[in-house]
């Protein structure tokens, strides 16, 4: 049974373009959230979808922005990457009403 | 805000010794607790959880009991190994206000030496 699966696994891209990060939740879990995990800090909340709608957001700017797919599959849009945009990035899979998340191993983006 | 803070790193033990990080959270409502697990280059793994006070979760010889007269939850294990090497997060869900959003504490490292 695969688990949550994302990519790619690493990209780099250069100040003010555009940047999408895609993943696959678990097999039975219907609810992806993303979080920003910057180096050497804990996981921050970006925004959660369930049926094809964002139901929760963080404190993060309209830059960020996402999309659920009919089959639960998630994607992250980062417009006008600056710098500080550099991070891990996470996706979480759940079922709504269950009691923790699976993660995948995360996609490393560096701004340069 | 909900909130979670934990006792700052990196700790560094020798193999085989007791392990304690403490945690202690803030919370409206009542929320399920948990430690997750964070290897290097690798996303978060779920280590163990409680939904409810007084809970005990355990799991690869760690555990962490759901104190909410104290709003804590510290992780322990009696002896650890050189793999136990990673950070761990302590973090809480709060699923009746804020559809199981998980909120994570900032880490902490763990070294353990042989």
């Known amino acids: 049974d695969a688990g949550v699966t994302q990519s790619p696994t690493h990209l780099i891209k250069t100040r003010g373009q555009q940047v999408t990060l895609r993943c696959s939740p678990k097999?039975?879990?219907?609810?992806v959230s993303w979080y920003q995990q910057a180096l050497g800090q804990g996981p921050q909340f970006i925004f959660q979808?369930?049926?094809?709608?964002?139901?929760q957001r963080g404190n993060f700017p309209d830059r960020f922005s996402g999309h659920q797919f009919p089959n639960y599959s998630s994607e992250l849009n980062v417009n006008a990457l600056l710098l500080g945009d550099s991070a891990l990035y996470l996706c979480?899979?759940?079922?709504?009403?269950?009691?923790?998340?699976?993660f995948g191993s995360g996609t490393r983006l560096t701004v340069v | 805000g909900d909130s979670v803070t934990q006792m700052e790193g990196p700790v560094t033990l020798s193999e085989e010794a007791f392990l304690t990080i403490n945690c202690t959270y803030t919370?409206?409502?009542?929320?399920?607790l948990f430690w997750y697990v964070q290897y290097p280059g690798e996303g978060l793994q779920l280590l163990l959880k409680?939904?409810?006070?007084?809970d005990k979760g355990s799991n690869k010889g760690f555990e962490a009991t759901y104190r909410k007269e104290t709003t804590s939850f510290h992780l322990e294990k009696g002896s650890v190994q050189v793999s136990d090497s990673a950070v761990y997060f302590c973090?809480?869900?709060?699923?009746?206000?804020?559809?199981?959003?998980?909120?994570f504490g900032p880490g902490t490292s763990l070294s353990v030496i042989p």
């Open positions: 979480a899979s759940s079922l709504t009403g269950s009691h923790g998340y699976t």
């Open positions: 973090a809480l869900s709060d699923s009746e206000t804020s559809y199981d959003k998980v909120i």
């Open positions: 979808y369930y049926e094809e709608e964002e139901r």
């Open positions: 409680a939904t409810k006070a007084d």
């Open positions: 097999s039975g879990h219907d609810t």
């Open positions: 919370a409206t409502g009542y929320p399920s």
